[in-house]
Each structure stands twice: as C-alpha cells, then as structure tokens.
C-alpha cells in the first residue's frame, strides 16, 4: 500500500495539516469496505450498537454514583453523544471514530496488576477493586494537546485510594500506568513502529494530589469502551495523552519512566505535558482550544484551571520542561 505521508504517526494532532485529515479519513473509509458501514458512522444506530456493549457491563448496577461538588466546570457539559464517539485510542486506529472498533475489546475479566516497589505485588479483579474504592462523580474540562477540549462527568475514585492500597515502599518515586495489550482485538498495536503497549506515569505526589482520578465511568454510566473502560486516568491540568486508558498495571518505580509519546517523539511531548497556553507545540500554539461540544473556540487557561490544586508541585522545578 502506497503510504503518502508516512508522517502520520508523529500527529496525534489529526488536524494539524488538512493532508493528514485527508490521509486518516480515507483510511477509515477504506477500512469500512462498504457504503452501509460508511452511511451509518455517526448515527443513531452505530451509537447504540457501540452502547449496547455497555449495557451488558457487569458493573452498570453501581451507577450513577454521588456527585463530589467540589469539582464543578462553568463551561457547559459536552454532549454524551460527542464525548463518545470522538475518541483518541491509538490502539484502534489513529483516527477519532473509534468507537464502534473498540467494542471488539474485551472488558472481563479484567485483572489490574500492583508491581515493583511496593509492600506486597498484587494482582486485583477489577470488580474487587470497584466494591473497595469510594466511587463518586467528577465534572473535569479535559484537554488535548492537538488543541480540543471537553466537559465530562466522570465516575471513579481518587487515585490515592489506589496508592494506598499499593502500599509503595519509600524509595518509590512515580507511578507507572500501563494500558492491554492484545494485537487481536487492537489493529493499532500491528503499527510495529509504535513503542506499545501505551504507558504514561505520574510522580508520587501527583498521583495523590486530591484532583487525579482513577474512572469507571462516565455520564452515570459504566466507562465506555472507546473512552478507555473499565479503567483509566483523569489528571485534568495535563494534556490528554497522559490520561491512560484501559489500565492493566501499575508499576511504582524509583526511575522517571520514558512514556509512549516520549518514546516516539521526545521532542513534542515530555513527562510532564502540564497545561499551559503560553508554551507552544512545536509545531502549533496552544492558545486557545475548540470546545467539541460548542464548536467554539475559548481560550486555554494555565493548568487548565487547576493552578489553585497543583501548581505548588511545581514551583521549585528549574529546568525540567514542565509544559509539553
Ligand atoms: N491507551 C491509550 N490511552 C490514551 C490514548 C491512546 O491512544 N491510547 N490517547 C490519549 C489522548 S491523546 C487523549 S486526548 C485521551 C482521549 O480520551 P477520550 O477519547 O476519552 O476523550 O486519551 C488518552 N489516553
Ligand atoms: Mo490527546
């Protein structure tokens, strides 16, 4: 196959160039092989066939969950509709519409591993480990580095809860998230030239700042496939490629972990992708952010709005690139 921009894998921004968008949409097209498939991307009945899924989730009985009010966004909440069927989920394709491709992933069992330096390594059911956290729902502005954003209720727990039943010893200095991998259910994963399976990770003392959250949910519903079900994470001041999806491990560690994108491209994307709309991509500003709900353009705000939760973490950091 005649590949004409063999860039595509160093855009996570699918619109950074209108050739790339041209590149990923006849790709999808391709791959749906019929015009049926391709007339009903974005209906109503390719939405409930990718939901239908949900339904039959053995979790749905513990939603929706209390809403904690101290997480509140003035924005307007982003359409359930939108928010789940514009997805990045590399392992399914490097485009947005993922969603009905993902349903092939399958979410039990579903087995969480605790490793490296903690008290005692474990291997934990993801049903287990929802009955034992104090699920609530959050509404967090989410914002990706390639310039969208949106508002959305997630369910979960904080993600100190599971750092405390890790137990870390004290040497451990970040946390390690690591998402399946299974090249039979996720197409994305036979790119051979990406570094997967997709990891990011977090310092200690992030992973127990009161705003990180671990989901399950969304909408007062199970967590959508495409949305990275049954766990991911939620770190609102950084860019949306540190949110790991589909979460099988955590490793706590004393080394700063080279993550997916740093692999790939370490020039554009750091450990620490704090948001800030003064520091630019390398190859585009991040000013402003178009709100997928609205189509609207605002402007970005430093830590996405988070300064007052987070910024004390980073004060005595000189010379580490904080913002990309
Ligand atoms: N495993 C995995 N996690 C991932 C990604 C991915 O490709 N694979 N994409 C990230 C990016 S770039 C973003 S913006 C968010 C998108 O989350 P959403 O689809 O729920 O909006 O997931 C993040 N987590
Ligand atoms: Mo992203």
Redesign the pocket.
Known sequence: MLIKIPKNWEL?ESKATPENVYLNRRTVLKGMAGAGLIASIGSNAAFREAFAAGAADPSASLYPVPRNDLYKVSRALTPEKI??T???????G?H?E?YVAAQALEIRPWTVKIDGMVEKEMEIDIDDLLAKMPLEERIYR?????G?S?V?PWSGFPMKELVKLAAPTSGAKYVVMQ??QDKSVAP?QRQFWYPW??T?GLTIEEATNDLTFLVTG?YGKPLPK???SPL??AAPWK?????????VRFSFTDKRPET??ETLISNEYGFWANINPEVPHPRWSQAEERDIGTGEKIPTLLYNGYGEYVSDMYKDMKGERLFM
């Open positions: 996570p928010a789940t514009y997805n990045n989920f590399y392992e399914f490097s947005k993922i989410h914002r990706c580095v390639e969208w949106m959305v998402t399946f994305g399976p997709y990011d969304l495409q949305n990275g991911r994470l860019y949306g490629f540190k949110q790991v999806k589909s979460i997916f994108w």
